[in-house]
């Protein structure tokens, strides 16, 4: 599944809109999709190159992007990623916080290195962007906000034992950040991805135990396969238009009928 890019009226058309960790898989799906549909984008990574590579194959269709490098973990970094859309746009309309990591660990397995890692990433980068942008769209009369959850920040699942954790971190911030700031006019909502063909899922045909895992966790959703970046990027955006105008605090899962078991 492939989205073509080339700037056009779209259902986003002129919004200024953040995403994080665009650089790869469902952000640079979500990058693409939006600037079809006439977002203006500031694009966030660490990947300087890879955002980078984004920028000019968006601009080169007529989109317009700004690019900041940087740790959606670091206050400082956070806020620069938002501001650089006021700089740029004058206003921030959307943001997708979507950056992320995801290790694969047992309670057992995990250090408490790596759950302070993904937390900060996943739990306190999410955080921090949400609060800069919020602090930006209470000036301008309000705005939509789309986090990254998964199936796992919804229900238990083995070998997650901090990634699952930093994901309900995901869903509950969404959830009260939804109550808190529907009188501004800010809409909070959710994705829940199941397991989707991104780059990282890819290489796992390559590790010791890769396959294997692929041929299991493609059997526990129902639909037969796993999702492409594409699929998550459309719900994103619907999400983020005004087809959603009464939708806040809803996570929706995208995981090929991996909940309804």
């Given at each position: 599944?492939?989205?073509?890019?080339?700037?056009?009226?779209?259902?986003?058309?002129?919004?200024?809109?953040?995403?994080?960790?665009?650089?790869?898989?469902?952000?640079?799906?979500?990058?693409?999709?939006?600037?079809?549909?006439?977002?203006?984008?500031?694009?966030?990574?660490?990947?300087?190159?890879?955002?980078?590579?984004?920028?000019?194959?968006?601009e080169s269709a007529g989109a317009q992007v700004r690019v900041v490098v940087g740790?959606?973990?670091?206050?400082?970094?956070?806020?620069?990623?938002?501001?650089?859309?006021?700089?740029?746009?004058?206003?921030?309309?959307?943001?997708?916080?979507?950056?992320?990591?995801?290790?694969?660990?047992?309670?057992?397995?995990?250090?408490?290195?790596?759950?302070?890692?993904?937390?900060?990433?996943?739990?306190?980068?999410?955080?921090?962007?949400?609060?800069?942008?919020?602090?930006?769209?209470?000036?301008?009369?309000?705005?939509?906000?789309?986090?990254?959850?998964?199936?796992?920040?919804?229900?238990?699942?083995?070998?997650?034992?901090?990634?699952?954790?930093?994901?309900?971190?995901?869903?509950?911030?969404?959830?009260?950040?939804a109550v808190e700031w529907a009188a501004h006019g800010i809409r909070v909502n959710?994705?829940?991805?199941?397991?989707?063909?991104?780059?990282?899922?890819?290489?796992?045909?390559?590790?010791?135990?890769?396959?294997?895992?692929?041929?299991?966790?493609?059997?526990?959703?129902?639909?037969?396969?796993?999702?492409?970046?594409?699929?998550?990027?459309?719900?994103?955006?619907?999400?983020?238009?005004?087809?959603?105008?009464?939708?806040?605090?809803?996570?929706?899962?995208?995981?090929?009928?991996?909940?309804?078991?």
């Open positions: 599944m492939s989205t073509e890019v080339g700037v056009r009226a779209g259902r986003v058309s002129g919004r200024a809109t953040v995403v994080t960790g665009a650089a790869k898989g469902i952000g640079r799906a979500v990058a693409r999709l939006f600037a079809a549909e006439g977002a203006r984008l500031v694009l966030t990574d660490v990947d300087e190159t890879g955002l980078a590579a984004l920028r000019a194959e968006l740790d959606v973990s670091v206050a400082a970094d956070a806020r620069r990623m938002v501001q650089a859309s006021v700089e740029a746009y004058g206003r921030i309309d959307t943001l997708v916080a979507n950056a992320g990591i995801i290790p694969l660990q047992t309670v057992v397995e995990a250090t408490p290195e790596d759950w302070d890692q993904v937390m900060a990433v996943d739990g306190r980068g999410m955080f921090l962007t949400c609060k800069y942008a919020i602090e930006e769209m209470t000036r301008t009369g309000g705005g939509s906000i789309v986090c990254l959850s998964s199936v796992s920040g919804l229900a238990g699942q083995a070998g997650q034992a901090a990634y699952g954790p930093a994901k309900f971190v995901a869903t509950g911030l969404t959830k009260h950040l959710a994705v829940a991805p199941g397991t989707i063909r991104t780059d990282r899922v890819r290489q796992l045909v390559d590790e010791p135990g890769g396959p294997e895992y692929l041929d299991a966790i493609v059997l526990r959703h129902p639909l037969g396969r796993l999702g492409e970046p594409e699929e998550v990027a459309n719900a994103i955006l619907f999400l983020a238009s005004d087809e959603a105008s009464f939708v806040t605090g809803a996570v929706l899962p995208v995981d090929g009928g991996y909940l309804a078991q």
